[in-house]
């Protein structure tokens, strides 16, 4: 099991960039891949990312390609998620969440392990 902490969520213009991170305890975090998700209210939570366990295989959702990047320091059990030209429609409380496998897919259903979410604001 891996207990998730995320940090970094808060308000910033359209255009602009936020940095979030997911600092991991537990033993198992180099054993898992991680995953980004967002959710609003009403909504499903969505896909926006996922590294595999060396960093080796990245996948992004269309929404986000080519303006976030994920990435993870094993050595200090975190994973990020470097977001720029932010949209209003970015708005959402970001999760990351840990599966048990090399390389993990866009499924929430995959994942075993999820942080409390940090929300993220994106508002003129």
């Known amino acids: 099991q891996v207990q998730l902490v995320e940090s970094g969520g808060g308000l910033v213009q359209p255009g602009g960039s936020l940095r979030l991170s997911c600092a991991a305890s537990g033993r198992t975090f180099s054993r898992a891949a991680m995953g980004w998700f967002r959710q609003t209210p009403g909504k499903e939570r969505e896909f926006v990312a996922v590294i595999s366990r060396n960093g080796g295989v990245i996948n992004y959702a269309d929404s986000v390609k080519g303006r976030f990047t994920i990435s993870r320091d094993n050595a200090k059990n975190t994973v990020y998620l470097q977001m720029n030209s932010l949209k209003l429609e970015d708005t959402a409380v970001y999760y990351c969440?840990?599966?048990?496998?090399?390389?993990?897919?866009?499924?929430?259903?995959?994942?075993?392990?999820w942080g409390q979410g940090t929300q993220v604001t994106v508002s003129s």
């Open positions: 969440a840990a599966a048990p496998f090399v390389v993990g897919d866009s499924r929430p259903q995959s994942y075993n392990d």
